[in-house]
């Protein structure tokens, strides 16, 4: 039991390698290989959730759409959590790089949160959720440029 744990530990780091690589890359068909078709996602950007891979991949292709190649992308504090065939995996990620119009764009830190499910041996992200703080003053987000 221990020894697969060890593995799914391993396999699941190797994910998020994956998912950082291909986002640096700026590679759709490497990060399509990491979601379940049914992934639920809330990200930074609208909807309030989308449904589907072609959906999750979607708000990739806006990111992509926006900045200049390569773009920058880390995750830090990666804290993986695994049991049988279900996973968490939380961190703090930060996109940046030169957007499209040759300004600097990015660089601000978002709250990561992966939930795992391993289908027909494969680690695939199920669920995915990055979120900023909000300052309740202004109802506006509260972006940490360092950390």
Request: charged content about 20%; aromatic content about 8%; proline content about 3%.
């Amino acid at each position: 039991m221990a020894a697969q744990h060890a593995v799914d530990q391993a396999d699941i780091r190797q994910l998020i390698d994956t998912l950082v690589d291909a986002v640096r890359a700026m590679d759709l068909d490497a990060l399509r290989s990491i979601y379940a078709p049914d992934i639920v996602t809330f990200d930074v950007t609208g909807p309030l959730q989308r449904v589907g891979a072609e959906a999750k991949l979607g708000n990739w292709v806006e990111a992509f759409a926006a900045f200049q190649h390569p773009l920058g992308y880390e995750i830090r504090d990666l804290t993986i959590t695994s049991s049988g065939g279900v996973a968490f995996a939380h961190g703090l990620a930060r996109l940046n790089g030169t957007l499209k119009n040759g300004a600097s764009g990015g660089g601000f830190w978002v709250r990561f949160t992966g939930c795992l499910r391993k289908i027909d041996g494969q680690w695939l992200i199920e669920h995915d959720h990055a979120s900023v703080p909000l300052d309740l003053a202004s109802g506006r987000a509260a972006l940490i440029r360092e950390i």
